[in-house]
């Protein structure tokens, strides 16, 4: 595994809810940081005994999740159940077992599992729809936080050097020019990340990929649910407006998204708005 101190265990099925499994891995990655967060057998070192892994990995976390879906008991005869391994190592060693039920699945009873899983299907469990998926993970985020503060230090960090910076522009004359200076299209080709939190207080990043084709602004955003398509874009001055459009994953209808934003100091400050409302934050531009 290669990684100390992870704190979310992530237990599904691959057959059963892997697409769910990763957006929920997306979501706790960003909030927590990716190497507090075990999902898959990706992160387990070449050569390295996977059952010792999946139990090492168990063991070092704090809380297990436990993704299930409505296919979750279903196995072929004879196939090792490392699903099962997951949970009753972490009833083991005493860390706090969280279900997920998801796709209108229901607990497991008792009779369905092995006796030692018993105290397993006597969990409170989490319901998460699809189509309330952000105001069902806000929820969980509230019950991790509790269970592990999120760490801040490094982004206490980060803002005082910021604020070092910024004083040094404007010691060495760079007054205020990032507030009123004008932009094309041209400066605003490359990537962008924009840390979003919102008014309900769950967080997730959006990566903007600006590209400039022909004098006019195009390009992609990827969102937690899919990647969309620039469109629409206007730049006029400091100011700049487009939108988006895409199918959110496990939905059927198209979403259109719209920004308008403006150069600020830290970046690029822009105002999303959705069908359900709208979000401020900032864009800043990622390293090659």
Known sequence: MGKAGNAI????????????????????????????????VDDIEPGRDFVE?????????????????????????????????EILAALQHGIKVIPI??????????????????????????????SHFHDDVAALLGILERELPRRRGGARGWAWAASLVAALLIVLGGIYWYRTAGFDAASLAGDWRAEVVTSQGYCYSIDFHFVVFDG????????PTGLAV???????????????????????????????????????????????????????????
Do not use: C
């Open 101 to 130: 039920l998801i796709a209108g699945a229901s607990m497991p009873e008792a009779a369905d599992l092995p006796k030692e899983l018993a105290p397993f299907t006597r969990k409170n469990a989490i319901v998460m729809r699809d």
């Open 216 to 223: 006019e602004l195009t390009g992609t955003v990827r969102y």
């Open 53 to 85: 892994a999946i139990e090492q990995a168990v063991a070092e976390s704090s809380v297990l999740l436990v993704v299930i879906g409505r296919l979750w008991l279903r196995r072929e005869v004879g196939e090792e159940d490392f699903v099962q391994r």
């Open 230 to 288: 620039i469109g629409a874009a206007e730049v006029d001055g400091s100011r700049i407006a487009f939108q988006s459009e895409h199918v959110p994953q496990f939905e059927t209808e198209k979403a259109i998204i719209r920004f308008h934003g403006r150069r600020s100091k830290d970046g690029l400050r822009l105002l999303m708005q959705t069908d359900q409302g709208q979000e401020e934050f900032v864009a800043r531009r990622r390293s090659p």
């Open 9 to 40: 265990f992530i237990s599904y099925r691959r057959e059963d809810g892997a697409a769910f499994a990763g957006r929920l891995l997306d979501r706790l990655s960003d909030r927590f940081g990716a190497e507090r967060v075990f999902m898959d």
